[in-house]
Structures are given as structure tokens and as C-alpha cells.
């Protein structure tokens, strides 16, 4: 039997603060080495711009090579094709936790926003575009858009997307976003792209609050 799935399924989640039943859904994708507990406190800071939201972080499915954390693929090979290779299989993962989740909430896909951070906000990018129908939005925080040659022929829709990265990061980039920025223009996406000066790898408070009215605008609009 394939757990990836089950795996998939566990982590903090947060309903809505409003206290009524969900309207939108966003699953917040965690960092390589991290799990869902690192994100989940976005949802509380996100709560007051989208009160009927339901927050979900959850566990990438894979343990990472050291003493905690989880991994959505592994990163010691860094060829762009075991890279690639790793994002599909852990899509499958992703996507069926997705329906899963909206299934049991009474929503679809127009509801849904995915947030990634690292790692997370590759599979984020990854996901979104490929997914049966268009999601509401994608929102990625230093990340970088895997194998970009194949979006255009591989995208079934295309989300809004804002992507936000330090200018000093040491881990992934900040060219990243300038790679990732152009390639999904390129294929017909609607991109903001946003540089942090002086930050490193990490989201700072302008950015968790310019991605809080982004998930408000393309979930609710305003």
C-alpha cells in the first residue's frame, strides 16, 4: 500500500477563526529539513485578512537525512533531472492530499491557495500550474521553479503568482525568483515578484504581510 498519502495527511492545521464552516483553504508547504510546525503560525497571522479560511501545514512525507525534520524530495543530488524526478513524486502526494482536503470541506479548487517556503515553495510553483483546475493562487517565498522548460507544454491552468526573496540569500539564489519570475511569464502567468533587501534565507514581517493580502486578494478578493 502506498502511505504517502497517510504521511502527507498528518500536521498542524487551524480552523477558521471566524468560527463558521471554510470558505477557502490554504495549505501552507514547508521548508527542506523543517515540517509543518514551522509555517503553521503563518495561518494566525493571516487569520484576520482571511477570518473563513482554513489553514493546513502538513508533513512532507519523506524523514530528512539527519536528526528531525522532513524533506518533499531529497536534495543531495543536485542534477535538475533527479530534481525534477523527486517534485513529481512528491506531487502525486501533494494532490491527493489536496482533494482529500477540499472533499471534506465542501470546496474546490477555486478555493484553494498554496504557500511554500524552500523547498516547499518549489513544490508550490510544482503543483499549482498542474492541478485539473485552476487554483486561486500560488504564493512562494525563496524558492526557485523547477524544470522550466517543461511548464508551457505541462500547465493545465495558470494561477496568480507572487513570489518574495532576500536579496542575501545564502541557500537558495535571489536569482531564483528572477529565473523562476521570467519563465512563468513566459508561459502566461500574472507574477509579482518581490526582493527583500538585507534578508537571508527566511520570511520577514513585510513579507508575511504582503503575502497575507495577496492570499486575500486572489482568495476574496480586496
Do not use: C
Amino acid at each position: 500500500m502506498d502511505t504517502r498519502a497517510n504521511d502527507l495527511s498528518a500536521g498542524p492545521r487551524l480552523a477558521p477563526a471566524s468560527g463558521g464552516p471554510a470558505r477557502q483553504l490554504v495549505v501552507l508547504l514547508h521548508g527542506y529539513g523543517a515540517d509543518g510546525n514551522d509555517l503553521i503560525d503563518l495561518g494566525r497571522a493571516w487569520a484576520n485578512d482571511l477570518p473563513d479560511a482554513a489553514f493546513l501545514a502538513p508533513h512532507a512525507p519523506e524523514p530528512f537525512p539527519g536528526p528531525f525534520g522532513r524533506q518533499w524530495f531529497p536534495l543531495e543530488d543536485e542534477d535538475p533531472e533527479a530534481r525534477a524526478r523527486g517534485a513529481l513524486a512528491a506531487a502525486a502526494a501533494i494532490d491527493r492530499l489536496l482533494d482529500a482536503e477540499l472533499g471534506k470541506l465542501g470546496l474546490d479548487d477555486s478555493a484553494l491557495a498554496l504557500m511554500g517556503f524552500s523547498q516547499g515553495a518549489m513544490m508550490a510553483l510544482h503543483v499549482g500550474p498542474r492541478r485539473a483546475r485552476r487554483i486561486a493562487g500560488i504564493l512562494g517565498y525563496s524558492g526557485l521553479l523547477i524544470a522550466p522548460e517543461l511548464l508551457p507544454a505541462e500547465a493545465r491552468n495558470r494561477p496568480p503568482v507572487m513570489l518574495i526573496h532576500g536579496e542575501i540569500d545564502p541557500v537558495v539564489p535571489f536569482a531564483a525568483m528572477g529565473q523562476a519570475e521570467r519563465a512563468l511569464k513566459s508561459a502566461g502567468f500574472a507574477v509579482e515578484a518581490v526582493a527583500r533587501p538585507g534578508l537571508p534565507h527566511g520570511i520577514d514581517g513585510v513579507g508575511a504581510v504582503l503575502g497575507g493580502r495577496f492570499l486575500r486578494r486572489v482568495l476574496v478578493g480586496g
